[in-house]
């Protein structure tokens, strides 16, 4: 019953843009902080982004000025929009929900 979906990923080139999505039950939704973290093959998970239950929002430096993320509280769901994507963003992206993960979901950035 408590869960965290991602989707929106797949593969695109350089340039373009993706927006991911991250459906959670609202027993998470509703008061909690959310995140996406991403990992990279041979790489340890990091975040990219947070977004507090007000709100406010927060970026790793690689991402900063090129994706953001925004929540719609009545839907339950979570947003990365990701523009002007980098080879260097290729990774499993997870969503982050008040210690519950989603499985995540590949996006692959390559010409």
């Known amino acids: 019953q408590v869960q965290v979906v991602e989707s929106g990923g797949g593969l695109v080139q350089p340039g373009e843009s993706l927006r991911l999505s991250c459906a959670a039950s609202?027993?998470?939704?509703?008061?909690?902080?959310m995140a996406w973290y991403r990992q990279s093959l041979g790489a340890q998970r990091e975040r990219v982004a947070f977004i507090s239950n007000l709100g406010v929002t927060s970026y790793a430096d690689p991402v900063k000025g090129r994706f953001a993320i925004s929540r719609d509280n009545i839907r339950n769901t979570l947003y990365l929009q990701m523009n002007s994507l980098k080879p260097e963003d290729t990774a499993v992206y997870y969503c982050?929900?008040?210690?519950?993960w989603g499985k995540g979901i590949q996006v692959t950035v390559s010409s």
């Open positions: 609202d027993s998470i939704f509703s008061i909690s902080g």
């Open positions: 982050l929900g008040n210690g519950i």
